[in-house]
C-alpha cells in the first residue's frame, strides 16, 4: 500500500539548482519523518535531510547545510528537497524514505540524522549528475 516516488533529478552544471520531489501514497504523512539519503558510486549511503511534517523541525547534513532545504506540502502528500549551489561531490542517486514516528517519540532524526536501519519504506531513487 504505502509508497514513495521520487522525481526532479537530473544532470546540471556546478552552481545551478534541482529541486527533488517525494510524493506519498498509503500512508499518514504526520505519523513519518521523510529522509533523504544519497548514494554515489563506490561510496556509503548518506544522510543529507529529514523533515517532521507535524511541527517542520528539519536535520541537515553539514556538507549540504545552507545549500539545500526541505518542505513539505500535507495538501498534496509531497515533500521537496530543493537543492541550490550544486557541486560536483553531490552527484548521487538521491532517495526518499519515511521513518515511522508515533507520538510521543524521540526525533532521532533531527538529532543524529537520517539512519537506514530506521527507515520503513523506500523510494526508488532519482539520479542527479553536476558537471564541473
Known amino acids: 500500500e504505502a509508497q514513495l516516488v521520487e522525481s526532479g533529478g537530473g544532470l546540471v552544471q556546478a552552481g545551478e539548482s534541482l529541486r527533488l520531489s517525494c510524493t506519498l501514497t498509503?500512508?499518514?504523512?504526520?505519523?513519518?519523518?521523510i529522509m533523504w539519503f544519497r548514494q554515489a558510486p563506490g561510496k556509503e549511503r548518506e544522510g543529507v535531510s529529514c523533515?517532521?511534517?507535524?511541527?517542520?523541525?528539519?536535520y541537515y547534513a553539514d556538507n549540504v547545510k545552507g545549500r539545500f532545504f526541505v518542505s513539505g506540502h500535507y495538501a498534496t502528500s509531497t515533500v521537496y528537497l530543493q537543492m541550490n549551489d550544486l557541486k560536483p561531490e553531490d552527484t548521487a542517486t538521491y532517495y526518499c524514505a519515511a521513518e515511522r514516528t508515533p507520538r510521543p517519540t524521540v526525533k532521532f532524526c533531527q538529532l543524529y540524522g537520517p539512519r537506514p536501519e530506521a527507515v520503513e519504506f523506500w523510494g526508488q531513487g532519482t539520479q542527479v549528475t553536476v558537471s564541473s
Open positions: 523533515l517532521y511534517e507535524r511541527d517542520g523541525s528539519s
Open positions: 498509503g500512508l499518514v504523512f504526520h505519523d513519518f519523518a
